[in-house]
Protein backbone atom coordinates (compact mmCIF):
# COMPACT_ATOMS: atom_id res chain seq x y z
CA UNK A 1 0.00 0.00 0.00
CA UNK A 2 1.47 3.67 -0.80
CA UNK A 3 1.76 6.31 1.48
CA UNK A 4 0.96 9.16 0.87
CA UNK A 5 2.24 12.69 3.06
CA UNK A 6 -0.51 15.71 2.76
CA UNK A 7 1.53 18.92 3.46
CA UNK A 8 -1.40 21.83 4.14
CA UNK A 9 -2.23 23.23 6.69
CA UNK A 10 -5.88 24.10 5.74
CA UNK A 11 -7.57 21.54 7.91
CA UNK A 12 -10.35 21.26 5.67
CA UNK A 13 -8.59 20.75 2.62
CA UNK A 14 -6.60 18.26 4.48
CA UNK A 15 -9.25 16.30 5.76
CA UNK A 16 -11.02 15.92 2.37
CA UNK A 17 -7.69 14.62 0.61
CA UNK A 18 -6.59 12.48 3.60
CA UNK A 19 -10.86 11.01 2.73
CA UNK A 20 -10.42 10.47 -1.20
CA UNK A 21 -6.39 9.05 -0.73
CA UNK A 22 -8.15 6.65 1.75
CA UNK A 23 -11.05 5.66 -0.46
CA UNK A 24 -8.81 4.63 -3.18
CA UNK A 25 -6.76 2.32 -1.15
CA UNK A 26 -3.63 4.92 0.07
CA UNK A 27 -2.19 4.95 3.47
CA UNK A 28 -1.94 8.64 4.32
CA UNK A 29 -0.04 11.09 6.93
CA UNK A 30 -0.30 14.46 7.40
CA UNK A 31 1.65 17.79 8.16
CA UNK A 32 0.69 21.20 8.95
CA UNK A 33 4.01 22.84 8.52
CA UNK A 34 7.32 22.95 6.32
CA UNK A 35 9.00 22.39 9.63
CA UNK A 36 6.71 19.74 10.41
CA UNK A 37 6.81 17.88 7.17
CA UNK A 38 10.63 18.33 7.66
CA UNK A 39 10.79 16.01 11.13
CA UNK A 40 8.58 13.40 9.34
CA UNK A 41 10.93 12.52 6.80
CA UNK A 42 13.61 12.38 9.19
CA UNK A 43 12.12 9.04 10.24
CA UNK A 44 9.45 8.21 7.58
CA UNK A 45 9.61 7.67 3.80
CA UNK A 46 5.94 8.15 2.13
CA UNK A 47 5.90 7.06 -1.79
CA UNK A 48 4.43 10.60 -3.02
CA UNK A 49 3.81 14.07 -1.28
CA UNK A 50 1.09 16.50 -1.87
CA UNK A 51 2.64 19.66 -1.36
CA UNK A 52 0.97 23.09 -0.25
CA UNK A 53 3.12 26.22 -0.69
CA UNK A 54 1.79 28.97 1.53
CA UNK A 55 2.58 26.85 4.85
CA UNK A 56 3.56 28.84 8.24
CA UNK A 57 7.21 28.41 9.43
CA UNK A 58 9.38 26.69 6.36
CA UNK A 59 7.32 27.64 3.15
CA UNK A 60 6.56 24.78 0.29
CA UNK A 61 9.06 27.06 -1.88
CA UNK A 62 11.94 26.15 0.92
CA UNK A 63 11.28 22.39 1.80
CA UNK A 64 11.19 21.10 -2.07
CA UNK A 65 14.42 21.36 -2.51
CA UNK A 66 14.73 19.47 1.08
CA UNK A 67 12.89 17.02 -0.72
CA UNK A 68 15.00 13.92 -2.10
CA UNK A 69 14.01 10.80 -4.15
CA UNK A 70 10.49 11.73 -3.47
CA UNK A 71 7.87 12.35 -6.32
CA UNK A 72 6.28 15.42 -5.39
CA UNK A 73 2.67 16.88 -6.54
CA UNK A 74 2.55 21.23 -5.50
CA UNK A 75 -1.06 21.02 -4.97
CA UNK A 76 -1.38 25.14 -4.69
CA UNK A 77 -3.95 28.57 -5.12
CA UNK A 78 -1.07 29.93 -6.64
CA UNK A 79 -1.84 29.66 -11.08
CA UNK A 80 0.58 32.00 -11.93
CA UNK A 81 2.94 30.39 -14.76
CA UNK A 82 5.60 31.29 -13.62
CA UNK A 83 5.43 29.77 -10.57
CA UNK A 84 4.66 26.45 -11.84
CA UNK A 85 7.81 26.71 -14.20
CA UNK A 86 10.28 27.71 -11.13
CA UNK A 87 8.39 24.77 -8.63
CA UNK A 88 9.18 22.31 -11.58
CA UNK A 89 12.63 23.04 -12.54
CA UNK A 90 13.23 23.45 -8.97
CA UNK A 91 12.28 19.62 -8.31
CA UNK A 92 8.30 19.16 -8.54
CA UNK A 93 7.26 16.21 -10.64
CA UNK A 94 3.71 17.90 -10.77
CA UNK A 95 1.49 20.94 -10.06
CA UNK A 96 -2.23 21.65 -10.07
CA UNK A 97 -3.97 24.05 -8.85
CA UNK A 98 -6.63 24.58 -6.00
CA UNK A 99 -9.69 24.35 -6.67
CA UNK A 100 -8.94 20.43 -8.44
CA UNK A 101 -10.97 18.25 -9.92
CA UNK A 102 -10.48 15.07 -7.70
CA UNK A 103 -10.50 12.76 -10.72
CA UNK A 104 -7.35 14.61 -12.42
CA UNK A 105 -5.41 14.92 -8.97
CA UNK A 106 -5.51 10.82 -8.31
CA UNK A 107 -4.92 10.28 -12.42
CA UNK A 108 -1.93 12.36 -11.58
CA UNK A 109 -0.77 10.59 -8.38
CA UNK A 110 -1.13 7.47 -10.50
CA UNK A 111 1.11 8.35 -13.01
CA UNK A 112 3.99 9.64 -10.89
CA UNK A 113 3.61 6.80 -8.61
CA UNK A 114 4.03 4.79 -11.54
CA UNK A 115 6.66 6.25 -12.88
CA UNK A 116 8.49 6.17 -9.38
CA UNK A 117 8.50 2.43 -9.37
CA UNK A 118 9.95 2.19 -12.59
CA UNK A 119 12.88 4.63 -12.07
CA UNK A 120 15.28 1.98 -10.06
CA UNK A 121 15.17 -0.15 -13.65
CA UNK A 122 17.48 3.23 -15.27
CA UNK A 123 20.09 2.90 -12.81
CA UNK A 124 21.31 -1.02 -11.34
CA UNK A 125 24.18 0.72 -9.09
CA UNK A 126 23.99 2.44 -5.89
CA UNK A 127 26.96 4.03 -4.60
CA UNK A 128 27.90 5.21 -1.20
CA UNK A 129 31.76 6.48 -0.08
CA UNK A 130 33.37 3.66 -1.15
CA UNK A 131 30.67 1.10 -0.87
CA UNK A 132 28.67 0.21 -4.55
CA UNK A 133 25.76 -1.87 -4.57
CA UNK A 134 24.57 -3.74 -7.73
CA UNK A 135 20.80 -4.47 -7.88
CA UNK A 136 21.27 -6.33 -11.04
CA UNK A 137 23.34 -9.03 -9.49
CA UNK A 138 22.78 -8.62 -5.80
CA UNK A 139 26.61 -7.71 -5.32
CA UNK A 140 28.25 -5.48 -2.42
CA UNK A 141 31.80 -4.32 -3.06
CA UNK A 142 34.02 -2.02 -0.67
CA UNK A 143 37.57 -0.30 -2.02
CA UNK A 144 37.38 -3.34 -4.94
CA UNK A 145 36.74 -6.14 -2.24
CA UNK A 146 33.64 -8.16 -2.67
CA UNK A 147 31.20 -8.91 0.05
CA UNK A 148 29.25 -11.77 1.18
CA UNK A 149 25.85 -10.29 2.61
CA UNK A 150 22.75 -12.38 3.51
CA UNK A 151 19.73 -11.86 1.62
CA UNK A 152 18.52 -9.69 4.77
CA UNK A 153 21.63 -7.67 5.33
CA UNK A 154 21.53 -6.37 1.26
CA UNK A 155 17.70 -5.78 1.67
CA UNK A 156 18.85 -3.22 4.54
CA UNK A 157 22.22 -2.09 2.88
CA UNK A 158 19.91 -1.64 -0.42
CA UNK A 159 17.56 0.59 1.64
CA UNK A 160 20.02 2.99 3.08
CA UNK A 161 21.70 3.69 0.13
CA UNK A 162 18.51 4.23 -1.37
CA UNK A 163 17.97 6.89 1.23
CA UNK A 164 21.66 8.30 1.91
CA UNK A 165 20.86 11.47 4.00
CA UNK A 166 17.82 9.91 6.04
CA UNK A 167 17.08 8.15 9.10
CA UNK A 168 14.98 5.44 8.38
CA UNK A 169 12.87 4.66 11.07
CA UNK A 170 13.17 0.39 12.31
CA UNK A 171 9.53 -0.10 11.09
CA UNK A 172 9.59 1.45 7.65
CA UNK A 173 13.00 -0.46 7.19
CA UNK A 174 10.82 -4.26 8.78
CA UNK A 175 8.04 -3.10 6.05
CA UNK A 176 10.20 -2.19 3.00
CA UNK A 177 13.00 -5.42 3.23
CA UNK A 178 9.49 -7.71 3.86
CA UNK A 179 9.39 -7.52 -0.21
CA UNK A 180 12.98 -9.25 -0.20
CA UNK A 181 13.46 -11.11 2.78
CA UNK A 182 10.32 -11.98 4.84
CA UNK A 183 12.07 -13.61 7.45
CA UNK A 184 13.26 -10.31 9.83
CA UNK A 185 11.80 -9.39 12.04
CA UNK A 186 11.53 -6.58 15.13
CA UNK A 187 13.94 -8.62 17.31
CA UNK A 188 16.55 -9.72 14.87
CA UNK A 189 16.81 -6.58 13.07
CA UNK A 190 19.51 -5.24 15.44
CA UNK A 191 21.24 -8.32 14.86
CA UNK A 192 21.33 -8.11 11.06
CA UNK A 193 22.64 -4.49 11.13
CA UNK A 194 24.96 -5.43 13.49
CA UNK A 195 26.35 -8.12 11.31
CA UNK A 196 26.18 -5.72 8.37
CA UNK A 197 28.23 -3.21 9.76
CA UNK A 198 31.04 -5.76 10.94
CA UNK A 199 31.27 -6.79 7.17
CA UNK A 200 32.11 -3.54 5.53
CA UNK A 201 34.01 -2.38 8.86
CA UNK A 202 35.97 -5.00 8.49
CA UNK A 203 37.16 -3.99 4.44
CA UNK A 204 38.23 -0.29 5.42
CA UNK A 205 37.66 0.30 8.80
CA UNK A 206 35.10 2.56 8.55
CA UNK A 207 31.48 2.35 10.30
CA UNK A 208 28.92 2.90 7.31
CA UNK A 209 25.82 2.47 9.28
CA UNK A 210 25.16 4.44 12.35
CA UNK A 211 21.89 3.76 14.65
CA UNK A 212 20.03 6.74 15.77
CA UNK A 213 18.86 6.15 19.31
CA UNK A 214 15.18 5.26 19.87
CA UNK A 215 14.76 6.13 15.90
CA UNK A 216 16.57 3.59 13.29
CA UNK A 217 19.44 3.45 11.10
CA UNK A 218 21.30 5.15 8.32
CA UNK A 219 24.45 6.03 6.38
CA UNK A 220 27.10 7.93 8.37
CA UNK A 221 27.28 10.70 6.14
CA UNK A 222 30.55 11.84 8.76
CA UNK A 223 32.96 8.95 6.87
CA UNK A 224 35.67 11.18 4.51
Not at 20 to 45: D, N, Q, V
Not at 93 to 105: M, Q, S, V
Not at 148 to 174: C, D, F, G, H, W
Amino acid sequence: MNTILIVDDDVYIGDMLEEILAKEGYRTARAFSGTEALMFLSSARPDLILLDLMLPGLSGEELLPLIKGIPVIVVSAKAEVSNKVELLLGGACDYITKPFDTAELLARITVQLRRAESAPASGSVLSFRAVSLNTASHSVIVEDTPVRLTQTEYAILKLLMQNPSQVIAKSLMLERISEDTPDCTESSLKVHVSNLRKKLKAIDGNDYIEAVWGIGFKLNEEIS
